[in-house]
T-cell receptor, first 115, second 115 residues
Framework: DSGVTQTPKHLITATGQRVTLRCSPR?????VYWYQQSLDQGLQFLIQ???????AKGNILERFSAQQFPDLHSELNLSSLELGDSALYFC??????????????FGPGTRLTVL | GENVEQHPSTLSVQEGDSAVIKCTYS??????FPWYKQELGKGPQLIID?????GEKKDQRIAVTLNKTAKHFSLHITETQPEDSAVYFC??????????????FGGGTRLMVKP
């Protein structure tokens, strides 16, 4: 158990809908990362927040957005969902600075199925 | 951007044998290389990492080597056990303009250890 928690575990929804995925980092960790894992794209970095501020952005679609709240939990919002958004979404956290070379610890993931 | 290639995609070994997984990266500025183990239905678990100022690191049955000149790094697992069966991912990160900590992952290796 990494100490990173994610809810919900599974999410089934329809195309065109909007969902929110939630993540709580390990106690004391200031940085939160979101990754998408799909069969065709593998594990891909989406976005990083550090202490409430966006720190780095990857291949995140405009339909997706994220934020980190004062209590350091983070939410990933996915809107206008398409079939291709079906994937595992992982949150990770790291301790101090959120800078390169800091170990990232992953949560158990949320499996999103878009029908 | 960074590109990480991982080989082989599947690896089957007999219990007690060694397993080696290799990764190459494209960006010479990459300086942090973690390895993750992912079991079915779980999130990636950090098992070992290495930084570019070190050529080799060992933790019990697991070792990682890094060749910066050739831009490749490898995971070595000795005395494999059935519980080592999982998908293993290599990753790389580098210092960017925004000092974020995004990881670029390889495609994964499915390791099967036969009793």
């Amino acid at each position: 158990d990494s100490g990173v928690t994610q809810t919900p575990k599974h999410l089934i929804t329809a195309t065109g809908q909007r969902v929110t995925l939630r993540c709580s980092p390990r106690s004391g960790d200031l940085s939160v990362y979101w990754y998408q894992q799909s069969l065709d794209q593998g594990l891909q970095f989406l976005i990083q927040y550090y202490n409430g501020e966006e720190r780095a952005k990857g291949n995140i679609l405009e339909r997706f957005s994220a934020q980190q709240f004062p209590d350091l939990h983070s939410e990933l919002n996915l809107s206008s969902l398409e079939l291709g958004d079906s994937a595992l979404y992982f949150c990770a956290s790291s301790a101090a600075s959120g800078r390169p070379g800091e170990a990232q610890y992953f949560g158990p993931g949320t499996r999103l199925t878009v029908l | 951007g960074e590109n990480v290639e991982q080989h082989p995609s599947t690896l089957s070994v007999q219990e007690g044998d060694s397993a080696v997984i290799k990764c190459t990266y494209s960006d010479s500025a990459s300086n942090y290389f973690p390895w993750y183990k992912q079991e079915l239905g779980k999130g990636p678990q950090l098992i070992i990492d290495i930084r570019s100022n070190v050529g080799e690191k060992k933790d019990q049955r697991i070792a990682v080597t890094l060749n910066k000149t050739a831009k490749h790094f490898s995971l070595h697992i000795t005395e494999t056990q059935p519980e080592d069966s999982a998908v293993y991912f290599c990753a790389a990160s580098k210092k960017g303009n925004n000092a974020g900590n995004m990881l670029t992952f390889g495609g994964g290796t499915r390791l099967m250890v036969k009793p």
